[in-house]
């Protein structure tokens, strides 16, 4: 990846307008900068979030609090706790999030 057009910027991640994403239980609200194709967002997930949806798309993912349980659809739970990341490519292994306490995230995708 080359990240070109983005001049040296500060994010007040609390000063930018909140999109909110229902779950099949919960919410996800999204803070959002974009960027051509690249998309940087501060995700804040209610506690008992659980998708709606299996994903596809590829994130770099840090936990910076709560606890992000993700599912992938062979069967394996990897969970997320403060200070964790994991990283998957687009189409690479479908996976589904959930939040039994809540959990805040940084993405980049």
């Not at 609200?29 to 995700?43: A, E, I, T």
């Not at 993912?61 to 992000?68: I, M, R, T, W, Y």
């Not at 990897?78 to 589904?96: C, F, I, N, Q, T």
Request: proline share 5%; hydrophobic share 40%; net charge negative.
């Amino acid at each position: 990846m080359k990240l070109t057009g983005i001049p040296f910027q500060v994010t007040d991640w609390t000063q930018i307008a909140g999109e909110a994403h229902s779950g099949d239980v919960g919410v996800a609200v999204w803070r959002v900068k974009q960027y051509g194709d690249l998309r940087v967002r501060m995700v804040d997930y209610s506690p008992g979030y659980v998708a709606d949806h299996w994903c596809e798309k590829g994130h770099i993912l840090l936990c910076v609090s709560g606890e992000l349980h993700t599912r992938l659809r062979d069967g394996r739970v990897v969970v997320l706790k403060p200070g964790m990341s994991y990283e998957v490519a687009d189409g690479a292994e479908p996976h589904r999030s959930e939040a039994p306490e809540g959990a805040q995230l940084f993405i980049v995708d």
